[in-house]
């Protein structure tokens, strides 16, 4: 078992329709791995940060490195979506083969950018589909006698503290009952489909179906925007044959979208959409309690610190991407425009704090 520090991307999107038309004045700048923030009412106020990786939202048709992207081929559109894995999702890859777990949270404002680097939009592949696309190229170049692979794929979204599985026929939009399990200690969602998938078609076919099925409403901010935190997860057992004996190797990647991070100010919202505002700041709000329990834990500052895991459904269902055993990458969507600075900068801080969490990880071979 070895420690390791949880990293963080950040990730500017570019102005919309809405804030050009606005004329909005843009108060995030990228240097490097810096990111400078300016308060919109005091142009001398400017805090600056620090990340594993930044994205500037001008980046988004990067020259191709040479051809060796094919015309009709996933991987043509190159842009910034595939430059968020090649620099830390092709090393996240890397790991689940090795034996790693490994998890991506998506977090910020609604309408920052979470679902479109993570699931993407029409041909602007998010980093799940480049990843699996990857998978499956990675296991017909690994293919040999010895070792024999199986992939899933299960996808579930937690709303209003319920989960509900996006990939169910049977019963589609189902409440999952969330179960312990009795020697690891870690919390499932019983009966989750998890589907097999045998190439990158099964993936793209799946992912949409889930897709279809997530809980949407309409916000001032985006109209698509999701309200519940979608979970994708995929399972990779390897069986290696050896001269002597035969191993076993299993690691789950999960993706996970978080619902938008911005705090409930709009006193004109009643009924469900409050509701669903109360459960989702719940939700979140406990994340943000176990990632200050983790960062006290991960600096020192308590050698036993009590991590209220159990407080969320959502905290229950990720325990092991955060503060456990998993390679785990965050990335936080930025705004740019001055409207959103306290969001943005909430953002900021946040993905600050979560940068000193260390997990502790281990391969998970038999
Ligand atoms: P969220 O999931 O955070 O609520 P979305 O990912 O749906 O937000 O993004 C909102 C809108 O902004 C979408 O129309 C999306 O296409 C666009 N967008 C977000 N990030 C980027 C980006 N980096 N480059 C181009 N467009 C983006
Ligand atoms: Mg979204």
Redesign the pocket.
């Known amino acids: 078992m070895c420690e390791e520090l949880i990293q963080v991307a950040v990730?500017l999107?570019?102005f919309?329709q809405r804030e050009n038309d606005r004329h909005a004045k843009s108060i995030v700048d990228v240097d490097g791995k810096t990111i400078f923030i300016m308060d919109p009412l005091s142009s001398q106020e400017r805090k600056q940060f620090s990340f594993d990786y930044t994205y500037w939202?001008h980046d988004?048709f990067i020259q191709a490195p040479s051809a060796i992207f094919q015309a009709d081929d996933i991987s043509s559109s190159y842009n910034?979506q595939r430059k968020l894995f090649d620099d830390f999702g092709r090393d996240l890859l890397k790991s689940a083969f090795s034996g790693f777990n490994c998890s991506v949270f998506a977090y910020?404002q609604?309408?920052?950018?979470?679902?479109?680097s993570m699931i993407g939009?029409g041909v602007n592949r998010g980093l799940i589909p480049i990843t699996c696309n990857e998978l499956f190229e990675e296991i017909e170049n690994k293919k040999d006698s010895h070792t024999h692979f199986q992939v899933t794929l299960s996808m579930m979204e937690v709303y209003n503290e319920q989960v509900r599985d996006l990939l169910s026929r049977k019963m589609p939009k189902a409440c999952l009952t969330v179960r312990q399990h009795p020697t690891s200690g870690y919390f499932y969602p019983q009966d989750l489909c998890t589907m097999p998938v045998d190439n990158y078609k099964d993936v793209e076919r799946l992912l949409s179906e889930g897709i279809q099925n997530r809980t949407i409403a309409s916000t001032n901010m985006?109209r698509t925007?999701s309200r519940a935190h979608t979970i994708v997860t995929i399972h990779l057992d390897q069986i290696i044959q050896t001269n002597y004996d035969e191993i076993k190797r299993m690691s789950t990647m999960n993706f996970i979208d978080l619902a938008?991070s911005e705090t409930l100010t709009n006193p004109g919202i009643s009924g469900d959409r409050l509701n669903e505002r109360t459960n989702i700041n719940r939700s979140l709000s406990t994340f943000e309690n176990v990632v200050s329990a983790l960062v006290d834990r991960s600096s020192g500052v308590k050698q036993k610190c009590f991590v209220p895991y159990r407080e969320s459904t959502l905290t229950k269902l990720i325990q092991n991407s955060l503060g456990g055993n998993s390679k785990t990458i965050m990335l936080a969507?930025l705004s740019p425009a001055d409207v959103n600075y306290h969001e943005t900068l909430n953002t900021l801080s946040f993905a600050d704090r979560v940068k000193r969490i260390k997990n502790f990880i281990s391969i998970n071979e038999i």
Request: a positive charge; proline letters at 5%.
């Open positions: 990730r999107r570019p919309n939202s988004d910034s910020g609604t309408g920052s950018g979470k679902s479109y939009y985006n925007s938008g969507t």
